[in-house]
């Protein structure tokens, strides 16, 4: 019991003929202090990662209140803002693919033993009747360069990229510059970045190999090619 002037009252049954001892605020205070400081008060106090958790969560619930009431709609319209974003971002993935690291520089076109362009053909229609867009893909693009080298349109050269090889093939064939391009975009993005080949996109550069079989040479870049293997053989 507090005194108006300033002194604690502390009531303990000893008799009901003596009076109640009387201390002053300070020493009450301490003795109180000390007396809810012992073990035996805090036994079953949360632990410190229990506090620092639950210090988050209040932190989470106060940024979720606080952005509740800052978005149109209160709950209803923070919800809808939140799924609006997973949407989204689940829309990119999809599209993009899981984000992998881009290397340095494209690696070679072919990374293994020669193959003829017949045989790269053959691979590609084999993987195609299995479901193996992706296979398929690589094995016509690398169909196309083959066989673009067995025409002596292209140089054979060790390392090339399908980059370069399009660029190169558009100097001979220029009326497929673009489709050769897109090819080789294809399968960089399959074989290095990771995308999964559809079958609409193994159509198309099937029908671009077929087309380039039939297409004709510009005819002085052929014979700048036949020039360069003949002075090369000499």
């Known amino acids: 019991m507090l005194r108006t002037d300033g002194t604690t009252v502390l009531s303990l049954t000893r ?27 805090h036994e079953n106090d949360p632990s410190l990662f229990q506090r620092a958790l639950n210090a988050f969560w209040d932190w989470v619930g106060d940024l979720l209140d606080t952005a509740s009431h800052a978005a149109p709609g209160g709950t209803f319209g923070l919800v809808v803002i939140v799924l609006a974003v997973v949407a989204v971002l689940g829309a990119l993935w999809w599209r993009l693919g899981t984000p992998r690291r881009q290397p340095t520089s494209a690696p070679a076109l072919f990374d293994d033993r020669p193959r003829s362009a017949a045989e790269h053909r053959a691979a590609a229609e084999a993987h195609a009747a299995q479901g193996h867009w992706s296979q398929a893909l690589q094995e016509r693009m690398r169909a196309i360069v083959r066989a673009l080298e067995e025409r002596a349109l292209l140089d054979v050269r060790p390392g090339r990229t399908a980059d370069e090889a399009a660029a190169e093939a558009g100097h001979a064939l220029p009326g497929h510059t673009d489709r050769l391009r897109a090819a080789a975009r294809d399968f960089d993005d399959v074989t290095y970045g990771g995308r999964s080949a559809t079958e609409q996109a193994y159509h198309r550069i099937a029908d671009l190999d077929r087309d380039l079989e039939r297409a004709k040479p510009h005819l002085a870049t052929a014979t700048t090619h036949s020039t360069t293997r003949q002075g090369a053989a000499g």
């Not at 205070?29 to 012992?38: K, N, T, V």
């Open 15 to 41: 008799s009901s003929d003596e009076p109640p001892l009387t201390l002053p605020r300070d020493p009450a205070r301490e003795a109180a202090r000390r007396e809810l400081s012992r073990r035996m008060y």
